[in-house]
Nanobody, 125 residues
Framework: QVQLVEFGGGLVQAGGSLRLSCTAS????????MGWFRQAPGKEREFVAA????????YYVDSLKGRFTISRDNAKNTVYLQMASLKPEDTAVYYC??????????????????WGQGTQVTVSS
Protein backbone atom coordinates (compact mmCIF):
# COMPACT_ATOMS: atom_id res chain seq x y z
CA GLN A 1 0.00 0.00 0.00
CA VAL A 2 1.26 3.47 -0.92
CA GLN A 3 -0.12 6.85 0.06
CA LEU A 4 0.52 9.95 -2.05
CA VAL A 5 -0.05 13.55 -1.04
CA GLU A 6 0.40 16.47 -3.42
CA PHE A 7 1.29 20.04 -2.44
CA GLY A 8 1.99 23.26 -4.23
CA GLY A 9 -0.98 24.05 -6.39
CA GLY A 10 -2.44 27.52 -6.57
CA LEU A 11 -3.18 30.55 -8.70
CA VAL A 12 -0.41 31.99 -10.86
CA GLN A 13 -0.28 34.50 -13.69
CA ALA A 14 0.60 33.43 -17.20
CA GLY A 15 4.36 33.30 -17.63
CA GLY A 16 4.90 32.42 -13.99
CA SER A 17 6.28 29.30 -12.37
CA LEU A 18 5.05 26.80 -9.83
CA ARG A 19 6.52 23.71 -8.20
CA LEU A 20 4.34 20.79 -7.22
CA SER A 21 5.42 18.19 -4.68
CA CYS A 22 4.22 14.65 -4.17
CA THR A 23 5.26 12.87 -1.00
CA ALA A 24 4.93 9.11 -0.85
CA SER A 25 4.64 6.82 2.13
CA UNK A 26 4.28 3.08 2.42
CA UNK A 27 5.92 0.39 0.28
CA UNK A 28 8.27 2.17 -2.12
CA UNK A 29 10.96 0.57 -4.26
CA UNK A 30 13.67 2.02 -6.47
CA UNK A 31 12.07 0.57 -9.60
CA UNK A 32 8.69 2.13 -8.93
CA UNK A 33 7.53 4.72 -11.39
CA MET A 34 6.12 8.03 -10.20
CA GLY A 35 3.98 9.94 -12.65
CA TRP A 36 2.30 13.32 -12.90
CA PHE A 37 -0.98 13.63 -14.73
CA ARG A 38 -3.43 16.48 -15.15
CA GLN A 39 -7.10 16.81 -15.88
CA ALA A 40 -8.81 19.95 -17.08
CA PRO A 41 -12.59 20.41 -16.83
CA GLY A 42 -14.39 18.38 -19.47
CA LYS A 43 -11.20 16.67 -20.62
CA GLU A 44 -9.62 13.30 -20.06
CA ARG A 45 -6.77 12.85 -17.65
CA GLU A 46 -3.49 13.25 -19.52
CA PHE A 47 0.08 12.28 -18.88
CA VAL A 48 2.59 14.98 -18.00
CA ALA A 49 5.82 13.33 -16.83
CA ALA A 50 7.19 10.34 -14.95
CA UNK A 51 10.37 9.28 -13.19
CA UNK A 52 11.63 6.18 -11.43
CA UNK A 53 12.75 6.52 -7.83
CA UNK A 54 16.19 5.42 -8.99
CA UNK A 55 16.24 8.35 -11.43
CA UNK A 56 17.28 5.98 -14.19
CA UNK A 57 14.25 6.78 -16.35
CA UNK A 58 12.37 9.99 -17.00
CA TYR A 59 9.52 10.55 -19.43
CA TYR A 60 7.74 13.65 -20.65
CA VAL A 61 4.84 14.38 -22.93
CA ASP A 62 6.42 16.05 -25.96
CA SER A 63 4.26 19.17 -25.76
CA LEU A 64 5.57 20.08 -22.28
CA LYS A 65 9.26 19.28 -22.70
CA GLY A 66 11.39 22.28 -21.89
CA ARG A 67 8.75 23.92 -19.69
CA PHE A 68 8.11 21.17 -17.13
CA THR A 69 10.79 19.27 -15.24
CA ILE A 70 10.31 16.23 -13.04
CA SER A 71 12.77 15.37 -10.28
CA ARG A 72 12.87 13.42 -7.04
CA ASP A 73 14.41 13.56 -3.59
CA ASN A 74 14.70 10.02 -2.31
CA ALA A 75 15.64 11.12 1.19
CA LYS A 76 12.27 12.85 1.44
CA ASN A 77 10.32 10.30 -0.62
CA THR A 78 9.18 13.25 -2.70
CA VAL A 79 8.80 13.81 -6.41
CA TYR A 80 8.60 17.34 -7.81
CA LEU A 81 7.13 18.89 -10.92
CA GLN A 82 8.69 22.24 -11.71
CA MET A 83 6.48 24.16 -14.11
CA ALA A 84 7.73 27.26 -15.93
CA SER A 85 6.31 29.71 -18.47
CA LEU A 86 2.85 28.66 -17.45
CA LYS A 87 -0.06 29.22 -19.81
CA PRO A 88 -3.81 29.41 -19.17
CA GLU A 89 -4.17 26.06 -20.92
CA ASP A 90 -2.04 24.49 -18.15
CA THR A 91 -4.96 25.05 -15.79
CA ALA A 92 -6.02 21.67 -14.42
CA VAL A 93 -6.05 19.45 -11.39
CA TYR A 94 -2.64 17.82 -11.18
CA TYR A 95 -2.31 14.30 -9.80
CA CYS A 96 0.65 12.19 -8.88
CA UNK A 97 0.46 8.44 -9.21
CA UNK A 98 2.70 5.43 -8.81
CA UNK A 99 3.04 1.89 -10.08
CA UNK A 100 5.50 -0.87 -9.36
CA UNK A 101 7.23 -1.02 -12.75
CA UNK A 102 8.94 1.09 -15.38
CA UNK A 103 8.46 0.77 -19.12
CA UNK A 104 5.49 0.16 -21.36
CA UNK A 105 2.37 2.15 -20.63
CA UNK A 106 4.10 4.79 -18.52
CA UNK A 107 1.74 7.42 -19.97
CA UNK A 108 -1.47 5.45 -19.45
CA UNK A 109 -3.47 6.29 -16.29
CA UNK A 110 -5.05 2.82 -15.91
CA UNK A 111 -1.59 1.27 -15.47
CA UNK A 112 -0.99 3.19 -12.23
CA UNK A 113 -1.96 1.61 -8.94
CA UNK A 114 -2.08 4.50 -6.47
CA TRP A 115 -3.14 8.11 -6.85
CA GLY A 116 -2.98 11.27 -4.83
CA GLN A 117 -5.98 13.47 -4.19
CA GLY A 118 -4.92 16.09 -6.73
CA THR A 119 -3.96 19.73 -6.46
CA GLN A 120 -5.53 22.57 -8.44
CA VAL A 121 -3.34 24.73 -10.65
CA THR A 122 -4.98 27.81 -12.15
CA VAL A 123 -3.12 30.04 -14.58
CA SER A 124 -4.68 33.42 -15.21
CA SER A 125 -4.19 35.35 -18.43
Amino acid sequence: QVQLVEFGGGLVQAGGSLRLSCTASGRIFSGDLMGWFRQAPGKEREFVAAITWSGRSTYYVDSLKGRFTISRDNAKNTVYLQMASLKPEDTAVYYCATRGRDGVGYNQPPTYDYWGQGTQVTVSS
